[in-house]
């Protein structure tokens, strides 16, 4: 007997792994990202999840629609794992406590959910997973003495469903609607909430508020109104230890929630904060699916007396593991919602080598829904955008990209065809950003300075976010290794702007100033009978190519006189900066 349980044993074991690689990872990895205020953000896929130390725990999936989608053992990572990891850090050392930050996260189909930074760390770290693999829990018997076929076998094909990943698992969730599957982002969010921090001697609320996305707002003196509850709380934290059990009495958040005509949004967030501008940010998930909902209150009384110090109102929350988020003398509660209109990011992914990105930029990336890009940034940025879609190339929509692969068509006829193709593309933008999902350009450099996107996307203004990167400027200047504004200014042109003010550049080279033309080495022989107006022949000029690539980048140097038939024997003609002036002596 001994014999056969042990082996059974085994087999169960054997069953369980078979499950975690059949219903796992398959094919190409998809990828998730941790950005927002993070020192570290992460680019993950699931085969890199798996070198983590893994959990396994069971979720239930019923939805608040009272859609059953099936019972799971699930393995994966603890989010607060991955969250430490990325060294998370807020910006502003006014309220430095984390606990007022928000958990955003995504999926591939553009849904979201928020959650609290105390329902990640001040819980037990394997209520909150990001898994990678699932085994159905099969149960041993159908159930037809209870059920008929119509009931039981939708029951049971849906154990048999594909599970997307990565899935983010809440064990503590009576309601599941937050176990996303598909996630491709998690997002922390710092609010940075105008609130001023100051020391009060005697800190005391007569009275609260329940503001921001309500349907009713409420001024709160007394809970008289209210259905009571009783509970015991464990005053815990990290920094001060233990300091004994108290009893509290007062009304569920829940309660005053609803009288303020809240409902169970997973995109609220509830920030609840003192007069002194001590804070915390809950979740609306935490409150009104979590078994801890039931605990979180707004008391009025401990130990059966009223609250004096630190009163009138204190929020507490028993099932918290530390006790860093029992806000005293409530005065203020605010219901927040997190879901962002879809939005046209224009990022800059720096100028040449992939060492060169922003952490900005990376974060932004994270947040997208699909992409705008030219082949060659897809292939060396594809892990940050992991496998979300590609839209179309915005390069095969210049003239000269198009001739290239059309070298037959005729000139009038490749107008024609252009203006066909770049009125699609722009639909294509149109199309994502209706269905409500953000779009990212990714853009050489840095996209405020000559960006090509400024000339095509303007109907987009208003939903349109810049994010900055490293020009072939700055990556030019460190080459060169000087200080070029040594005369008090740099002047920054393309070819055109300087034929169409000539003005300024007399100016400039009166002054000594260093002037840096953009897109200017095809155009650089009919440039300089203009520069030789205002500049001696023997004025240094270097021309920097390739700015930024680590094995391609180089500057020559020549005078004015010169430069045209020095610049004739590189090889490149487009890549490159013209930079002139006293400066570079």
């Known amino acids: 007997m001994r014999k056969k349980f042990l082996w059974l044993h085994v087999l ?28 570290q953000p992460l680019n993950l896929g699931l085969e890199d999840l798996q070198r983590f130390e893994t959990v396994t725990v069971r979720l239930n ?19 607060k794992t991955l969250l430490e990891l990325a060294s998370v850090q ?14 955003l996260v995504r999926n591939k189909d553009g849904k979201q959910v928020v959650l609290s930074w105390g329902e990640v760390f001040y819980s037990n770290p ?11 829990i099969i149960p041993h018997t159908d159930c037809n003495r209870c059920h008929g076929p119509e009931v039981y076998k939708k029951w049971l094909n849906v154990l048999s469903r594909t599970v997307g990943y990565p899935k983010l698992v809440i064990t503590n969730d009576f309601y599941t609607d937050r176990s996303l599957e598909n996630v491709t982002n998690i997002e922390v969010v710092d609010l940075h909430l105008k609130m001023e921090n100051k020391k009060i001697e005697d800190l005391f609320s007569p009275g609260f508020t329940v503001t921001g996305d309500v349907k009713r707002k409420l001024n709160i003196v007394n809970l008289h109104s209210y259905q009571r509850v009783d509970a015991l709380a464990k005053m815990i934290g990290d920094g001060a230890g233990y300091h004994g059990l108290e009893s509290y009495g007062g009304v569920l958040l829940s309660e005053l929630l609803k009288k ?21 940010l809950l979740s609306c998930g935490e409150v009104y699916l979590s078994s801890r909902g039931k605990t979180i209150m707004v008391a009025d009384k401990m130990a059966n007396q009223p609250l004096t110090k630190g009163g009138k109102f204190k929020l507490i929350l028993p099932d918290d593991l530390a006790a860093d988020r029992t806000i005293k003398a409530v005065s203020n509660i605010e ?50 955008m992991g496998n979300k879609p590609v839209l179309f190339d915005p390069l095969r929509n210049t003239e000269y990209m198009f001739k290239k692969e059309h070298p037959t068509v005729p000139p ?21 950003l209706t269905a409500g999902k953000s779009v990212a350009l990714l853009e050489y450099g840095d996209p405020t300075v000559y960006g090509g996107w400024m000339f095509w996307l303007d109907e987009f203004k208003d939903k349109t976010q810049v994010i900055s990167g490293i020009s072939a400027f700055n990556a030019a200047n460190a080459m060169i290794g000087k200080h070029i504004g040594c005369k008090g200014s740099i002047v920054i042109t393309v070819p055109q702007g300087l034929q169409a003010n000539e003005a300024m550049l007399k100016a400039v080279a009166g002054n000594g100033d260093t002037l840096v033309i953009f897109i200017g080495l095809r155009e650089l022989k009919g440039l300089r009978p203009l520069l030789q107006k205002y500049y001696a022949n023997n004025t240094p000029v270097h021309l920097v190519y390739r700015a930024g690539y680590s094995d391609s980048e180089h500057i020559i140097k020549a005078s004015l006189k010169e430069v045209v038939e020095v610049a004739e024997k590189e090889k490149e003609q487009h890549l490159g900066l013209i930079y002139i002036g006293p400066c570079l002596d």
Do not use: H
């Open 12 to 39: 169960l074991i054997a069953c369980f792994s078979f499950f975690f690689a059949v219903n796992g990872w398959g094919g190409s990895s998809p990828a998730i990202s941790i950005t927002g205020a993070v020192r």
């Open 61 to 79: 999936e019923v939805t608040m629609e009272r859609q059953y989608n099936g019972a799971f053992y699930f393995r994966g990572v603890q989010l």
């Open 90 to 103: 807020k910006e502003e050392a006014g309220f430095s406590k984390q606990i007022d930050l928000a958990i």
């Open 126 to 136: 394997s209520e909150v997973v990001l898994a990678f693999s699932s085994a159905p």
């Open 260 to 280: 303020a005509g809240v409902s169970p949004d997973v995109n609220k967030g509830i920030i609840v904060s003192a007069p002194d501008g001590y804070r915390t």
């Open 335 to 384: 219901v927040v919602t997190f879901m962002q209109k879809p939005r046209l990011y224009i990022i800059g992914v720096g100028c040449a080598d992939t060492s060169l990105v922003m952490l900005e930029a990376i974060s932004y990336m994270g947040k997208a829904d699909v992409f705008v890009c030219p082949e060659d940034i897809q292939k060396r940025f594809s892990k940050y």
């Open 412 to 432: 009038e006829e490749i107008k024609r065809l252009l203006e066909v193709q770049r009125t699609e593309d722009i639909q294509r933008i149109r199309d994502a």
